[in-house]
């Protein structure tokens, strides 16, 4: 009896962790890039940048994730278990786009910033491209980013 309280109390547990992950992977913040408003995801966690977009099957047109990294580094990203092709934004502290690599779903190439970046942004593939969208280009609403924890 006294295993099944522990278990019950485990799973309860769990479920609040796994709950608030997911809320907290639900939060977006308002980003803009010339004229376009992109809703974006914020994995500002450890464990929210590891699983990123992993396993979805499809991302809405102009939306993204917004990577909040601890502090600015050269740092990289992959695409294991990624479904879906994407673009990533290499982004410093002023928000200025520093450059923009297309990925492969699952992939396991690292694709990183050539300089230190304080954050990172994915969309579709071929999203900033298509649209004009490179190096120096400026992200609107990046200064209201939460912090990384």
């Known amino acids: 009896m006294v295993w099944r309280k522990q278990l019950v ?5 769990a479920g609040l962790v796994l709950g608030a992950s997911w809320a ?24 929210l940048r590891t699983v990123g977009l992993m396993q979805r099957k499809s991302l809405p047109t102009n939306s993204g994730m917004l990577f909040v990294f601890n ?14 092709p994407l673009a990533v934004a ?8 520093i450059n923009i690599e297309e990925m492969l779903p699952q992939t396991e190439n690292t694709h990183c ?3 230190p970046a304080k954050f990172a ?4 593939a071929g999203w900033f491209k298509s649209r004009g969208y490179g190096v120096g280009a400026p992200i609107a609403g990046i200064d209201k980013a939460p912090p990384a924890r």
Do not use: Y
């Open 71 to 84: 502090q600015e580094a050269r740092h990289c990203m992959w695409m294991r278990n990624t479904l879906i």
């Open 90 to 97: 290499f982004i410093d502290g002023q928000g200025h786009i």
């Open 113 to 115: 910033a050539v300089k």
């Open 9 to 13: 109390s485990w799973i309860a547990a």
């Open 24 to 47: 907290q992977a639900q939060s977006l913040l308002e980003l803009s890039l010339g004229i376009h408003r992109i809703p974006a995801e914020v994995a500002n966690t450890d464990e």
């Open 121 to 124: 942004l994915e969309m579709n």
